[in-house]
């Protein structure tokens, strides 16, 4: 069964203290791994999408990188605005996306 | 640019009733739609994609329904909602590509359903 598991379902961080969130996937063929970020009664906001393993994407403090069984998004110096909950997916299907539980991200000023 | 529209942003429903959310997205053609369910303290869950006028395929058996009666609009519809139909529902829309691992889903805003 195609899964994605993302760690930890929380975390707070002070301003500019870095860290990462993880997202561990099992799929029988990876066709795209997305990071999207969703603030509070929102829709998810596309950040990135991952091919293959060893790629890496950048935006501003963020940065997403891929393993053949994992990705990690990392937060370098966070600010008070990059609280969120952060959503991992990958695409099992030409249409479908699996979502993990996400990662709420509260960074305190 | 894309955008996406979907209405009502908020309904509270008493069980039993019927239901119609509805989503448009302009600036592009012919684009995949789709509707997805945010169930409190879980993820997402993909209800119904479309990928052209009149083609619906349905991933969870449930008490809901979609259609798309013009290129660039999607309802979901139910003709009597549960209380279990509660949740955050979220249209979305992405265009064909290659590789097709690059097809990315944008989300609309979403809207909020209490059945009650």
């Known amino acids: 069964e195609d899964q994605v598991t993302q760690s930890p379902e929380a975390l707070r961080l002070q301003e500019g203290e870095s860290s990462s969130l993880n997202c561990s996937y099992t799929?029988?063929?990876?066709?795209?791994l997305f990071w999207y970020r969703q603030d509070p009664g929102k829709g998810p906001e596309f950040l990135f999408t991952l091919y293959s393993a060893g790629e890496e994407k950048e935006k501003e403090r963020l940065k997403a990188t891929l393993t053949k069984k994992e990705s990690f998004l990392h937060i370098t110096a966070p600010k008070p605005e990059d609280s969120a909950t952060y959503l991992c997916a990958v695409r099992v299907g030409a249409q479908k996306l699996v979502f993990g539980q996400g990662t709420r991200l509260t960074i305190n000023p | 640019s894309q955008t996406i529209h979907q209405w009502p942003a908020t309904l509270v429903q008493p069980v039993g009733s019927p239901l119609s959310l509805e989503c448009t997205v302009e600036?592009?053609?012919?684009?995949?739609l789709y509707w997805y369910r945010q169930a409190a303290g879980r993820g997402l869950q993909l209800l119904f994609y479309?990928?052209?006028?009149?083609?619906i395929s349905s991933e969870v058996p449930q008490n809901l329904s979609a259609s798309r009666p013009q290129d660039r609009q999607f309802i979901l519809s139910s003709k009597k909602l549960l209380l279990s139909d509660s949740g955050f529902y979220l249209c979305?829309?992405?265009?064909?590509?290659?590789?097709?691992?690059?097809?990315?889903?944008?989300f609309g805003e979403g809207s909020w359903l209490t059945v009650v």
């Open positions: 600036g592009t053609s012919n684009p995949n």
């Open positions: 799929v029988s063929g990876l066709r795209g």
């Open positions: 979305a829309w992405s265009v064909d590509g290659l590789p097709v691992s690059g097809n990315t889903i944008y």
């Open positions: 479309s990928v052209g006028i009149g083609q």
